[in-house]
């Protein structure tokens, strides 16, 4: 993922963070599961959080994964706040995780549906887990970072990245499995 650079990390403030990370923010809330105006609520709420906070501090954390605690943070107390509230409508703001829309629309389809089915696995995964799969294997953090941001023992960062990865694998493999299903069925009813 491209990033514009904190000029002194040192000194980042709120400002500075949003710049360079919203966009972050945004794709790792999506990634969450925040979907529409919910998803622009939250980012506003990290940055406004992260303000309140002071910005960011070097040490361990990376902004990256202290951004990705706030976001968290941010997605479940929502969550809590208005379970019986939530969406379950998939739409174009999947593209967000891959980039601009392509001109072919038959491939656009193909990229929109593998976009819906990471969705949809990383949804099949437990909130805590899939933060730190998300920031481990899609943003390339390093687990000691991670642990640092989500302030968790290094540990439960490898055991909740574990989880998550099997998590993922059953998630995968379902899906191909109906995706295999649905072509015999359709195969067997042109015969």
């Known amino acids: 993922m491209l990033r514009e650079s904190v000029p002194d990390p040192g000194s980042a403030d709120s400002e500075a963070l949003f ?16 979907r529409d105006g919910e998803l622009e609520d939250l980012v506003q709420d990290v940055f406004l959080t992260a303000h309140r906070k002071g910005g960011y501090r070097p040490g361990a954390a990376s902004p990256t994964t202290y951004l990705a605690r706030l976001a968290l943070e941010a997605r479940l107390a929502r969550r809590r706040r208005e379970s019986r ?11 967000a995780t891959v980039g601009a829309e392509p001109s072919d629309p038959s491939r656009a389809l193909a990229e929109k549906q593998a976009v819906l089915r990471l969705q949809a696995a990383l949804d099949s995964i437990e ?14 953090e390093t687990c000691e970072s991670i642990a640092a941001g989500l302030n968790l023992k290094l540990g439960t960062v490898y055991s909740r990245l574990h989880a998550a990865r099997r998590a993922f694998r059953i998630a995968v493999s379902k899906s191909e499995e109906r995706e295999r299903s649905f072509g015999l069925r359709r195969k067997q009813e042109t015969l």
Do not use: I, M, N, T
């Open 127 to 140: 909130p805590g887990a899939r933060a730190v799969f998300v920031l481990f294997e899609l943003d390339g």
């Open 19 to 34: 710049r360079a990370y919203a966009s972050f923010v945004a794709s790792f809330l999506y990634r969450l599961g925040a």
């Open 85 to 95: 509230w939530r969406a379950a409508k998939q739409d174009d703001a999947a593209l």
